[in-house]
């Protein structure tokens, strides 16, 4: 059974950076359509960003240009960059991943990485 | 951006009774819909796919109809474990975008 562990969460200032990890065990990333989908404090699901089997991504409007998805197939392993970060980028981020279902519906999910951004 | 529309916000049953949560898109999705189950503290987890399909391990009592704008997810007998946030999802074209969530709550 696939499970995905994220880390690199915390703590930042506005305009800050930090890059997120999705480590994979038990599934090939290079098989498997994955996304980043955030959840604000209270709220509901946004997706985030995702990265195709094919190397294609896509970004939600509210951070193209600051956040870059990416993926080390060696390590098995999907990265989130998130630089120029605003306060409303606060949320806990969940790595997702398609492992026995349609292209982008996601059985697999990370516990998710907690991101605060505040001075 | 296809908008998702869930109702009702919030549904209060008991233990047994049938849950009928309402999704309803923007524009037509043909059949890309998803269903997914939160519970306070942990990711969500997959229900339904493709509106209709049940994702492995999911029980029987789960089940997803509709297409085109117009989407159900029913629990025919809520158990105890069943009271959590239901969100749906579509992946008909870019951005995904997902629903505002029910909440199945204890009457």
């Known amino acids: 059974e696939g499970q995905l562990l994220e880390s690199g969460g915390g703590l930042v200032q506005p305009g800050g950076s930090l890059r997120l990890s999705c480590a994979a065990s038990g599934l090939t990333l290079s098989n498997s359509d994955m996304s980043w989908v955030r959840q604000a404090p209270g709220k509901g699901l946004q997706w985030v960003s995702a990265s195709g089997i094919g190397g294609g991504t896509t970004y939600a409007d509210s951070v193209k240009g600051r956040f870059t998805i990416s993926r080390d197939k060696s390590q098995n392993t999907l990265y989130l960059q998130m630089n120029s970060l605003r306060a409303d980028d606060t949320a806990i981020y969940f790595c997702?991943?398609?492992?026995?279902?349609?292209?982008?519906?996601?059985?697999?999910w990370g516990q998710g990485t907690m991101v605060t951004v505040s001075s | 951006e296809i908008v998702l529309t869930q109702s009702p916000a919030t549904l209060s049953l008991s233990p047994g009774e049938r849950a009928t949560l309402s999704c309803r898109a923007s524009?037509?999705?043909?059949?890309?819909l998803a269903w997914y189950q939160q519970k306070l503290g942990q990711a969500p987890r997959l229900l339904i796919y493709?509106?209709?399909n049940r994702a492995t391990g999911i029980p029987a009592r789960f089940s997803g109809s509709g297409s085109g704008t117009d989407f159900t997810l029913t629990i025919s007998s809520l158990e105890p474990e069943d009271f959590a946030v239901y969100f749906c999802q579509h992946r008909s074209n870019w951005p995904l975008t997902f629903g505002g969530g029910t909440k199945v709550e204890s009457k």
């Open positions: 997702a991943a398609r492992m026995a279902t349609s292209p982008w519906a996601f059985d697999i």
């Open positions: 524009q037509t999705i043909s059949n890309y």
């Open positions: 493709d509106a209709s």
